[in-house]
């Protein structure tokens, strides 16, 4: 049973990930799929259909794109044809917990006219994509003496990488990370089915992202009186609350949500809706200091220290924008 390792792993009453099969896309049995894929860490999921299945391969810093450059392509489990079209967010204690995005797909060819399958069993397979955001050439070769560690290596011609908000797009819906953790519907150009809002009740509560107050430097200390805050060495992260539930989001909108379930769980316990503070994500220490390195670690699979998430700011609260308002009086609410 090709998919017996992928469904042992999953929980289907938890998570919304295609148990079966499923059917493709009609076509000639050559498409692919690469995912974005923010688990406990931001990889992509690179996807190629063969004897039936997705052979598939995580790139923990995704594709190459000069000519000659070599990236870590890690074969993971074969996935059912259906999760070509998967795109949402997996539970944060199921396996992969964290936002999946389609972020290309079309067909792909393989430069050998042996069966891909067989190709990959002798550990090396010449192909060309062409989907919505990459077109050209690539190589898959497996490593020596290592079953599941593949390296993936761009052929012909260098290409340049999407842009910064090509890449935080959806191939198939149009949506950024953001809108799928949130479950919002797609743009309307590119609606589907599985981003209309009656499908996404439960998590239509949560506000909008916005913007973090940063520190900006100037050329002399401000007149006035002053106030000092502790300077924790963590994640800078703003926590979106709705009504019971949350979301935690890095300053630059990518989220970190699947990372922390335990501050998820106690944000989402506030008595409060529509809100959004700005705080830092912390570990402490045996002597009750901040550490970056402990903090750094938690993606290894040591043992889980405790986590804390500290708020300075109130950005939101109730719907009302307080972004105007002084500090001190954020402060106090």
Not at 316 to 325: E, F, Q, S, T
Request: proline share 7%.
């Amino acid at each position: 049973m090709p998919l017996q390792e992928y469904q042992r792993k999953r929980d289907f009453k938890q998570t919304s990930e295609p148990a079966g099969p499923g059917k493709t896309a009609k076509g000639k049995g050559n498409l692919f799929v690469i995912q974005k894929h923010a688990a406990t860490r931001l990889h992509y999921d690179l996807r190629l259909e063969a004897a039936g299945t997705l052979k598939s391969w995580a790139l923990p810093k995704g594709m190459p794109y000069e000519h000659g450059e070599k990236r870590l392509a890690v074969m993971v489990e074969d996935h059912p044809l259906a999760y070509s079209e998967f795109e949402g967010t997996i539970p944060a204690r199921q396996y992969g917990g964290g936002t999946v995005m389609i972020w290309d797909r079309g067909t792909y060819d393989a430069q050998s006219a042996v069966a891909v399958d067989k190709q990959l069993a002798k550990g090396k397979l010449h192909f060309t994509l062409d989907g919505t955001k990459l077109q050209g050439e690539w190589y898959l070769v497996r490593l020596r003496d290592a079953e599941n560690q593949w390296l993936i290596i761009r052929g012909g011609e260098s290409m340049k990488p999407p842009s910064a908000k090509l890449d935080n797009t959806s191939a198939a819906s149009g949506c950024t990370m953001a809108a799928i953790t949130r479950a919002e519907p797609a743009p309307e150009k590119v609606a589907t089915k599985r981003h209309r809002p009656a499908k996404a009740k439960q998590q239509t509560t949560l506000p909008e992202f916005v913007p973090l107050m940063m520190a900006r430097p100037a050329t002399k200390p401000p007149t006035g009186e002053w106030s000092y805050e502790i300077k924790f060495d963590g994640w800078r992260a703003a926590a979106l609350i709705g009504s019971g539930n949350a979301a935690l989001f890095s300053r630059n909108e990518n989220d970190l949500s699947h990372q922390f379930p335990e501050i998820i769980d106690a944000l989402s316990a506030l008595k409060t809706h529509d809100t959004i503070l700005d705080g830092e994500i912390v570990v402490l220490d045996p002597d009750g200091r901040p550490s970056f390195q402990m903090l750094q670690a938690l993606a290894t699979g040591a043992e889980r220290p405790p986590v804390f998430y500290y708020a300075f700011d109130l950005l939101r609260h109730g719907g009302k924008d307080l972004r105007a308002r002084p500090i001190e009086e954020r402060k106090k609410k």
